[in-house]
């Protein structure tokens, strides 16, 4: 994708993530349409303007054939991305397995599966060793495209071994590495059969990101205790060789949300849902269908509000747009019947012949319906169990400044740290602390409502996407040089 408002090219970035910023579909043997796909870390880097970035990642399609593969590689080319082709095999064995059905839930306090939970097993060892030959084909991909002065810049928990396979093969490449999920507590990680393996890798590169200061710290406490390194103020030393370890948390293109909302599809659309809704106030929850988003915690709570507010019956709906996401991951099937069956209930119990609750939609919106109904919303529920940082809470307020709805937030999620002041923040496990901050939502005085939505609007549009990228960039140059010149001493 090109941005028609680039600024003159800088520096030459490889984004090097599990998923490219578009998604493939095939048309015939050797054509293909490419659509930009959806996720924190697409939303986020769309903000960037001011280097000259290629993507490199995979298309997520399984493409065995030749013919296939260079016609793909060609239209990517266009857009600026390259791929990393993974057969169906290893996609099972590290996307499905190590990377989401391990590292995920691992990650967001969730722990290990039963039947992994011994190193030994075979599923474990074979989804790790997926993940290394993974890791090894997405480094492959990098170093053919590489060129000196480049920076590379490796997103996320698919890829905390790339930074060692890079320098593998360049110990002078500039290699960053971000986290995009939360870093949990040391306790949680030394739970990992490649704990320490996996922690060595990452500290291969020359700086370590994470979106909040808690995260990066638990980092630093795993490699003193699992791995024995001195942390200090900067980040992690081993062997007289620092890794700086430090927080940058992300922000999205708040003027990217904020002009859509001039355009006319998005009135047109504002228009239709003010009807539509008309006379009910509007609660909304955009989630990809995650156990980690506690979309059944936050129904109940919708559930028991409703229960001990009977006034308020006919007077909220709950729009629910949950995202299918890793629906080969068994995980993600069990909770899409367990969403079904609580929404069923809830609609069953508290419907009517004209109105039901909650509207709970199985797909993603398109960006322009998206913000029209961020636009309208009166109240939106983040109540994720944990979550790296949570940009649907970021879209919502930029969304906002005319209606100044109110954001419940989960306090598990890294956007509490930013916009805590300004939502209201609740434990998502307690459904009875849920229940009572969506009446404290719907009751809000017009003046605290104002007060706070401009709190959280002045985070979202001045802390952006772009400016995270340029300072995490910016911050990747810096330690690199100062490396050198510690060496020259
Ligand atoms: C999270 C991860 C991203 C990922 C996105 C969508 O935001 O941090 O790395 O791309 O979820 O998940 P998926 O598995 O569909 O790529």
Not at 43 to 65: H, M
Not at 212 to 237: K, N
Not at 278 to 294: F, H, N
Request: hydrophobic share 40%; net charge negative; aromatic share 10%.
């Amino acid at each position: 994708w090109e941005r028609p408002d680039a600024k003159p090219i800088r520096q030459r970035l490889l984004v090097v993530a599990n998923r490219l910023p578009v998604s493939a579909v095939r048309r015939g043997e050797d054509s293909w349409s490419l659509e930009i796909s959806a996720g924190g870390l697409v939303s986020a880097l769309l903000g960037v303007k001011e280097f000259e970035a290629r993507w490199i990642g995979w298309a997520g399609v399984n493409v065995p054939d030749e013919v296939g593969q260079k016609a793909l590689t060609k239209a990517l080319a266009e857009k600026r991305c390259i791929p990393v082709f993974l057969d169906e095999e290893i996609v099972h064995q590290y996307y499905n397995g190590y990377c989401n059905n391990i590292l995920w839930p691992l990650f967001h306090y969730l722990g290990l599966p039963q039947e992994d939970r011994l190193a030994t097993t075979r599923s474990f060892q074979s989804q790790f060793a997926a993940y290394k030959k993974a890791n090894q084909m997405f480094a492959d991909v990098v170093n053919e495209h590489y060129e000196e002065g480049d920076v590379v810049w490796c997103h996320d928990y698919h890829l905390m071994f790339l930074p060692k396979c890079l320098k593998d093969y360049n110990s002078k490449m500039k290699v960053g590495w971000f986290l995009h999920t939360p870093f949990p507590s040391s306790e949680i990680h030394r739970t990992l059969p490649s704990r320490s393996e996996l922690l060595h890798a990452v500290l291969a590169a020359d700086l370590v990101g994470f979106h909040t200061y808690d995260y990066a710290r638990h980092f630093v406490s795993a490699c003193t205790r699992i791995l024995g390194l001195e942390g200090t103020p900067e980040g992690v030393e081993d062997q007289g060789r620092l890794t700086r370890v430090a927080a940058f948390p992300i922000g999205i293109d708040s003027e990217r949300f904020i002009r859509a909302l001039e355009v006319h599809p998005v009135q047109e659309h504002i228009k239709e849902l003010q009807e539509r809704f008309a006379g009910r106030k509007v609660m909304l929850g955009v989630d990809r269908l995650d156990m980690i988003k506690g979309i059944p915690q936050k129904i109940l709570a919708f559930e028991k509000f409703l229960e001990e507010n009977p006034y308020w019956r006919d007077k909220v709906v709950l729009l629910q747009i949950a995202v299918p996401t890793r629906t080969d991951v068994p995980e993600y099937q069990k909770l899409t019947s367990q969403v079904h069956e609580i929404v069923g209930r809830i609609n069953g119990r508290f419907g009517t012949l004209t109105a039901v609750p909650i509207h709970h939609l199985d797909r993603s919106l398109d960006f322009h319906a998206l913000c029209a109904l961020y636009a309208v919303t009166d109240v939106t529920l983040v109540t994720s169990l944990r979550d790296g940082m949570n940009l649907v809470s970021y879209e919502f307020v930029a969304c906002q400044d005319s209606k100044k709805g109110v954001l419940i937030l989960s306090e598990f999620a890294g956007a509490a740290q930013s916009l805590g002041a300004g939502a209201i923040l609740v434990n998502p496990w307690n459904i009875t602390e849920v229940a009572s901050a969506i009446g404290q939502a719907l009751n809000m005085p017009a003046e605290e409502r104002e007060k706070r939505h401009r709190h959280n609007f002045e985070h979202v549009t001045t802390h952006t996407a772009q400016q995270w990228a340029e300072f995490f960039v910016s911050e990747l140059n810096d330690t690199v040089i100062e490396a050198q010149q510690r060496i020259r001493k």
